[in-house]
């Protein structure tokens, strides 16, 4: 595990944990809306990856009974919220935690053999190698599986003074909107040779939302 990440992401949350959920809905915008979409079956599995305090598996776990569900994070910190929201919810029979980078997800961490879904929810403006991330996400969920995108835009909508303002802000926080991903995809290029997908962009440019079925990660070109 890249030991100087995790330790800068326990930094930064090691506080932030207890006030995050509250602060966030203020600014991390479509999760709802993804999460609506999802449309999981009884037996599917999910994982999200940088999850953070569990905010995200909870609902799902409530809007989606059937099913499985898992998340992955670099801040022991957070899973430390995490663990303690999901008993709260009475869901640690549903959801399954484990501690690492996106880089290294493996089904096998969670004595699986593959995801049917893998999300990332305002989480890959945070990772240092997120290409390597994405590439982890299509290899678990397979050619037959979904990946799920909502993360920061380009924030050209907000005008060059609320753009900087918006990005100083954000650098705060060590998040830095990944700017390629939204521009390739509006390109018409992708990722993965991926079928069944979708864009929306969030008025602004401020967010994208992404989801896309099946491929081969070796396909990654961003």
């Known amino acids: 595990m890249a030991v100087d990440h995790v330790t800068l992401m326990d930094d930064v949350y ?6 995050y959920d509250f602060t966030r809905k ?16 009884p037996g599917d599995s999910l994982v999200e990856i940088g999850c953070g305090t569990a905010r995200n598996l909870i609902q799902i776990a409530r809007l989606y009974p059937g099913a499985e569900l ?31 980078l996106a880089e290294d997800l493996t089904p096998a ?18 990772i240092p190698d997120w290409k390597q991330a994405l ?37 705060l926080f060590h998040v ?13 290029e992708q990722f993965f040779e991926i079928r069944d997908k979708k864009l929306l962009v969030m008025p602004g440019r401020y967010a994208f939302i992404w989801q896309g079925t099946g491929g081969s990660a070796s396909t990654l070109t961003v």
């Open 26 to 41: 203020y600014y991390l915008f479509g999760r709802d809306r993804l999460i609506s979409d999802l449309a999981l079956g």
């Open 14 to 19: 090691r506080r932030q944990r207890h006030i």
């Open 176 to 188: 830095s909107p990944r700017v390629e991903i939204l521009r390739k995809l509006e390109l018409g």
């Open 135 to 171: 590439s982890a996400a299509q290899t678990a969920v397979g050619r037959t599986g979904r990946v799920h995108i909502v993360d920061f835009g380009d924030l050209c909508g907000l005008g060059r003074a609320g753009r900087a303002l918006m990005t100083a802000w954000l650098s």
């Open 70 to 100: 898992y998340g992955l994070d670099a801040s022991a910190e957070m899973l430390r919220t995490a663990v303690r929201a999901i008993d709260r919810a009475c869901l640690s029979h549903r959801i399954t935690l484990a501690h690492g």
């Open 109 to 126: 961490l969670f004595g699986r053999e593959h995801f049917s879904h893998a999300l990332f929810s305002y989480s890959l403006s945070m």
